[in-house]
């Protein structure tokens, strides 16, 4: 975050304050970070999460200490706390690491198997290799932004009639992807996988994502490589990262899988998180916002762990600050599809706003919401 001081610096958000870490560094004096205070003079968290889980879990508990009724260090240093806290509606917030890589998965049954069904039929919804691996992509870290940051309709050739020729110009399915992605913290070597049982020791927090998708652009590209134009134009991401430690309350069984995946594949701890997750669209004329899609991060068929475990398996290094994304977030139920795609049914049905507003993709000026 930035603010009248233009350098950029590393926050914890305290209610609707954000506490400085830069003013404070000197308070963290245990044996992981006392060494390394000047981490938390960085203007992104790659330092910081280099270190490794130690480290979080040290600065995680100091700072919930320091913030305690009946911790004197903050509440009786009226100019340390003065210097430290900033108005969260005074700060400029900024991507919170150097992403150098990003890749996204395909990790949710029900929205692999509606995009099966739209494009393939029931029959074959799924791909063999669905159910026995985290199918994933290597995405573009170059565009990913942080929210409120504008995306521009992209051009590129489409094929609209498929007894035509394609033409070049502006995406008219544009959509949205609920997701959410996880920061790796500790990297690996080159050549040297990371294996399932010590995968959450790489994890470093989640932070919630629109993959934005045009729809159009993607459905002619995509044969036999992947997505490309459709999607390497903008990637949306919030600036607060929720550490993992924070989120293990809400941890939920582990979805049956079925085939049991291979060995390396395999975890028995819980690694499913229970978390509501919402899509508003608030387009240009409309008084307030209108929410689209209800769902919920426990809908992931394959876990983080297992995301990580898969991505180095064989030899890749991954590095502090890469983000690896879960892929579009849909439930069984109509209302939590993670996608324009879904909720209007490849362009099939309208998508209720309210108040005579209707869509079946984004029209310009609209604004999305995550939550």
Known sequence: MSDVEARRRIGVAIGDQILDLSVIKHLFTGPELSQHQQVFDQPTLNAFMALGSGAWREA???????????EPTLRDNHELRSRAFVDQDKAVMHLPAEIGDYTDFYSSRDHATNVGIMFR????ALMPNWLRLPVG???RASSVVVSGTPIRRPHGQMRPDP????VFGSSTQLDIELEMAFFVGSGNKLGEPIPIEKAHEHI?????????SARDIQAWEYVPL?????????????????PMEALMPFVEPNTMQDPEPLPYLQHKDPYTFNINLFVSIKGEGMSKASTICKSNFKYMYWTMKQQLAHHTVNGCNVRPGDLLASGTISGPDPESFGSMLELSWRGSKVIDLGKGEMRKFLKDGDEVTLT
């Open 60 to 70: 995680r508990a100091l700072l919930q200490a320091l913030v305690r009724a009946d």
């Open 121 to 124: 039929g029931k029959e074959n």
């Open 137 to 139: 992509y290597h995405g």
């Open 163 to 166: 007894a035509k020729p394609p």
């Open 204 to 212: 470093f927090g989640m932070v919630l994502m629109n993959d934005w």
């Open 226 to 242: 992947g997505p490309f134009l459709g999607k390497n134009f903008g990637t949306t991401i919030s600036p607060w990262v929720v």
